[in-house]
């Protein structure tokens, strides 16, 4: 059984890619609002709200299988290609994991419609930890959280 995995996925949306990159980059700090049944509270450790920078840090409260969790995350974006990747530094999801980072390329699929590929990377400690299908899965769904809140 390989330690290392990647799981990948496609969420069409009916936004523009640049407003769906732009919450991530400039509006993060109301994705609770946005998503409050996954998120629950986004901290600031390093950086600041006005501007989700590159290299920013963040400490994530969120639920996931009815249990709360905790992630911190080191956040790096790419403003050409519309990429946000987020890299776990540590919280519950280490506990079964080496590695954890999760990447939203935002892609046009014509006017006002998107894709959102979304990769979530890993590698287990063991064989014994679970794939990470639920934090995969859980990702999709902010994505379509975020799109309804843009179609306000």
Do not use: C
């Not at 998503?35 to 994530?60: C, M, Y």
Request: charged letters at 30%.
């Amino acid at each position: 059984m390989a330690l290392a995995g990647k799981l990948v996925s496609e969420v069409e949306i009916n936004t523009p890619p640049h407003r769906f990159y732009k919450l991530f980059k400039e509006e993060i700090n109301s994705i609770p609002n946005i998503s409050p049944n996954l998120i629950q509270k986004i901290q600031i450790h390093d950086g600041d709200w006005s501007k989700h920078g590159h290299g920013s840090v963040k400490v994530w409260n969120y639920t996931i299988d009815n249990r709360a969790e905790v992630i911190k995350e080191r956040v790096e974006f790419d403003d050409k290609k519309l990429v946000v990747r987020v890299v776990g530094l540590e919280g519950d999801v280490f506990k079964h994991y080496k590695t954890f980072t999760g990447t939203y390329q935002v892609v046009s699929k014509g006017p006002n419609r998107s894709a959102i590929i979304f990769t979530l990377e890993y590698e287990k400690l063991h064989d014994g930890p679970p794939y990470p299908d639920k934090y995969h899965e859980a990702m999709n769904s902010l994505a379509k959280d975020i799109e309804s809140h843009l179609k306000k």
